[in-house]
Each structure stands twice: as structure tokens, then as C-alpha cells.
């Protein structure tokens, strides 16, 4: 009784994704067959580098050998000579044997990377077939629900027979119910066999979804207003080029500009009596070059006066005036000396 309390007090073990635990015994789980590939291929990458390492020192080593048997040739002893040339066929057992490794391992290396794509390909596919095995489950789902909910509605509107929409309406839900029901027979049939043979590899995998496209958002110009060019008036604009605007013509400029040239007296408000009686005397005959053209981004809060239209109040018309009374007129004479 103790054990079975002391059992059953026990803490669970945490379980692992790497492995399992089933009645006493543990059950490693099983490693997917890319991660076992990019296993062997890292470990043969790495064989690899560590052979061409030695190979170029190998490589190195017979350059040095071939230059000592070089300068001793000067010499001509014999028996030195015969040491040099052993050193060197042993340089060169040694690096064609690092030559022939090499080249096994990179046959190794291609078959492993071979394997990888086709696994990770498999992969792919598998994911795939999957995912539409799922698409096709849900249309089979829904499917006869929308074909029940649309024969009671069409069986509904049948009761209204007095009514031409109704009417209309029934014949048109009977119709497409008729068409959605043997369509989604033959498509679901169709894309059943698909799965197989995309996981097979048969069938190419069903491209992503398409995403719509962002919206790209048109960043707000800067306010515009429309006044009565008085004068020919010039401006830089945002993008760096010069804008003219002639005298006795509507000119659309941003606001800042516009005030600009209502302050100085270059441009009135288009419902300026003078608009009506000016506009396009000029015939659009201007010459920006002269030299009264206004220069609207040189000119300051403070230079020129004030417009004042019919669009801005005038400070001093709307003053509250006190008018004083001075008395009555005065009257009397004044003496004039006559001249001869």
C-alpha cells in the first residue's frame, strides 16, 4: 500500500519530443530523414576541408622537396641524392593519395546533396497533398449543406408563385443547385486523384496563393488655392522646378504661396470684380523674363501691404469709431484786403 501511495505521489516525467515513454519502456522518436542527410553531408564537408587542408600542405611539401633536389643536382653526391628523391615519392604517395580521397568524397558529397534535394522535394510534396486532402475534406463538408439550405429556400420561394422576383428567384437557385451539385461531384473526384499524384510526384504542387498586391498610399500634396494672377509672378514649386503664372490669369498654387502673392499684391481673389473685367486680356502674351515679374519666394511676411477682398475683412472698416460732437457750425466774417 505504501509503494502504491508513493507511486501514485510521484511526480510525472516531463515528456520530450525526443523521446517517448510507454509502459516502463522508452521510445526515442524517430529523427526525419533530412535531418539525418544534413547530418552525414555536414560531417562530410568537413572531412573534406580537413583533406584539402592536408593536400596543400602535402602539395607544399613536394614543392619543397623538388627544390632541394634541384639545388643538389648542383652538387652531384649521390648519396644525398638519393634521400631527396625517396623524400619526394613519399610527398607524392602522400598527396595523390589526399588527390583520390578527395575526389571519393566529393562523389559522396554530390550523392548526399542529391539525396537531401529529393528528400526535402518529397517533403514538399508530402506537405502539399496534405494540405489539399484537408481543402477537399472541407468542400465535402460544406458542400451538401449549401445544397440542402439551397433546395429548402427554393422549396420556400415555390409557395410565393403569385410573385414574378420570387419566381425568377426559385428558378434561378434550382438551376445553379443542379449545376454546383454535378460540378462538385467531378471536381472533388478530380482532386482526390490529384493528391496522390502530387505526393507521388506525378502532379506539379499547386501553386501559392496569390497575395493582392499592397495599396500603395499617395502621399497629400500640399494645399492648393486659386487666385487671380494682377500681376506675372514666378515660384519654385516642390519638385524643384520654377512655375510661371501670367498676369490677368487664374493660377492654382499651395496656399502658402497664394498668400504670398495676395499680401503683395501680385494676385487678388477670384471673385475680385476685376477678374471679371481682366481675365485673359493678356491673350498670353508674357515674357517671364521682364523684369516686373514678382519673385513670390523672395517675398516676406512683411513685405508689401495687405490685400484686403472680398474673402479678408478690413480691420479698420470694421473699427468700432466714435464720431465727438463738437458743437454747431460756427459763422462770422473775415476782413479781406482788396488787390489792385
Known sequence: MLCLLARATRQPRQITPACLRLDGMQIFRRKPMTEKIETELTALRERAEMLNNRHAAADAALNVAKSNLQRHHLDADDKIR??????????????????????????????????????????????????????????????????????KL?????????????????????????????????????????????????????????????????????????????????????????????????ATMPAEIAQKALRCGAAVSIADDRRRQLRGSRCGN?????????????VSDLSGARYVGPEMVDPVAQANMTVLNRGGAITGTIPVAKVL
Open 82 to 151: 638519393a634521400k631527396l628523391e625517396a623524400a619526394i615519392a613519399t610527398v607524392t604517395l602522400t598527396r595523390d593519395g589526399f588527390s583520390d580521397a578527395i575526389a571519393d568524397l566529393q562523389a559522396k558529397i554530390a550523392d548526399a546533396e542529391r539525396k537531401l534535394a529529393d528528400e526535402r522535394a518529397a517533403v514538399e510534396r508530402k506537405a502539399a497533398s496534405e494540405k489539399l486532402s484537408r481543402d477537399v475534406d472541407a468542400i465535402e463538408r460544406a458542400l451538401p449543406i449549401y445544397l440542402e439550405a439551397s433546395r
Open 154 to 250: 427554393a422549396d420556400a420561394l415555390s409557395e410565393i408563385h403569385h410573385n414574378h422576383e420570387t419566381t425568377q428567384m426559385r428558378l434561378f437557385i434550382g438551376n445553379t443547385t443542379a449545376q454546383v451539385e454535378v460540378a462538385g461531384a467531378f471536381a472533388t473526384q478530380e482532386l482526390r486523384a490529384m493528391v496522390n499524384a502530387i505526393a507521388e510526384g506525378n502532379a506539379p504542387i499547386p501553386p501559392a496563393k496569390p497575395q493582392p498586391a499592397p495599396v500603395a498610399v499617395i502621399e497629400p500634396g500640399p494645399p492648393m488655392q486659386e487666385v487671380f494672377m494682377i500681376k506675372s509672378a514666378k515660384y519654385r514649386a516642390a519638385d524643384g522646378k520654377m512655375r510661371y503664372c501670367g498676369q490677368y490669369t487664374d
Open 286 to 298: 508674357f515674357n517671364f523674363s521682364a523684369p516686373d515679374v514678382v519673385d513670390l519666394d523672395s
